[in-house]
């Protein structure tokens, strides 16, 4: 039988918290954040050097869009199974291995690139292998910060972890930017090997009597439905789920978008790809700090940002030629897409029971990361057929009438069951 969600509380509007890193007061949660800081800036390096290889071996936008769509298949296919996994098995020990596992897949992409036998097929298969690992890491992660710090301090510690995130996406593509034009690719893919170290002692030296567990579910038939209808039957949730559908589908395309813009635009490599990916980190770091002071999420608040995210890479698309204009916007449309992203997060992980989490972050990441093996070959094939420009254009357009679309199916709804129920147990 189906579990049916409390009825939800209305929820005040965000207010201002006194300190922007409040979490890392949290022994574990310090280590955690560290370790995420290095890997993060290891797995920047690759996605950026993976995106330059394909790039080199094939010459096709189209041909990364497949890599990017490869690694995340199993996610679109696999990724509630995915939860419910988390949702029964502890999280730490699923965090240590997953972790291993991705250490173990950079080696062998290290290797392959340094002794110049890879092939595009080789990049392929271990994209696709990548993603299997990521089913269960992504949730797993998700519902991991929970576990760091507790429902009170959730919110701003999403928005760190967010931070994390962006902080590498400013310095992993400058980084990977220099050590390709100065070694080459492969000493990028061995970077980030080395990166998956840091999260396992993080892993290894927290403790665990101070972790706030959840009461993990005993194997059962019907787990996955339950966690469906227990979505199905909470309107926030829902079309959440939707709007963060279209945006990882569409807006959040950026490898795709950004490699694009450099080489059918700018006319342009590798280290102009990198300065476009760290500038918008610049503006992504930007905004999950801002996310980080805000006590609770607002529902309004994820509508508002889904919409703006959409309107900035529709203006990307209509900009005029020039490099610096085109990232000032780039900043900006940063900041936002990641104050969606850290809204919706945590607005998802406080609308849920704790027995609940791993499943509906299961589904969260289903929809968040399983359309890009949709949208990346589609993007890609546009940018290709009608420029990069135009794929800028589709994109945030799509982004948009979304964002204003559900607003309207929500405010017809009564309020009661719009707003986020925001207490959970602990």
Known sequence: MAATPPAPEAAAAPKRRGSMFQSLRIRNYRF??????????????????????????????????????????????????????????????LLAGTQTAMCV???????????HVVQTWHVFVLALLLGLVTVIDNPAQQTFVAELVGKDDLPNAVALNSSTSQAARLIGPAVAGLVI???????????????????????????????????????????LREGLHYVAAHPTLLWLMVLVGVGGTFAFNFPVLLASYTTDVLHDGA??????????????????????????????????????????????????VHLWLFIVVLIVTGVVAVVFNAVSNSTTQLSCEPEMRGRVMGLYMLVFLGGTPIGSPLIGWFAEAYGAKAAFLLCGGVTLAAAASITLVLSRIDRASVEPRVEVPA
């Not at 050097?49 to 936008?61: E, F, K, N, R």
């Not at 529902?299 to 005029?320: C, K, N, Q, R, Y």
Request: no cysteine.
């Open 271 to 320: 280290n102009t790809l990198g300065l476009l990916n760290s500038m918008l980190g610049v503006g992504s770091l930007a905004g999950s700090l801002m996310a980080a002071r805000w006590a609770k999420p607002w529902m309004a608040l994820v509508l508002a940002s889904g919409a703006a995210f959409g309107l900035l890479e529709m203006i990307l698309g209509v900009l005029p």
């Open 181 to 223: 034009h100065a070694v080459g690719t492969g000493w990028a893919f061995a970077a980030n090997a080395v990166s998956f170290l840091a999260v396992l002692a993080a892993l290894a030296l927290m403790r665990v009597g101070e972790l706030h567990e959840g009461r993990k579910v005993a194997k059962a038939k019907g787990q």
């Open 32 to 93: 955690w954040f560290a370790g995420q800081v290095l890997s993060n800036i290891g797995s920047w390096m690759q996605r950026m050097a993976q995106d330059w290889l394909v790039l080199t071996l094939t010459g096709s936008t189209f041909a990364m869009g497949v890599t990017v769509a490869l690694q995340f298949i199993p996610m679109l296919v696999l990724g509630l199974w995915g939860g419910v996994i988390v949702d029964r098995v502890r999280t730490r020990r």
């Open 105 to 115: 897949l950079a080696v062998v992409l290290a290797v392959l690139t340094l002794t």
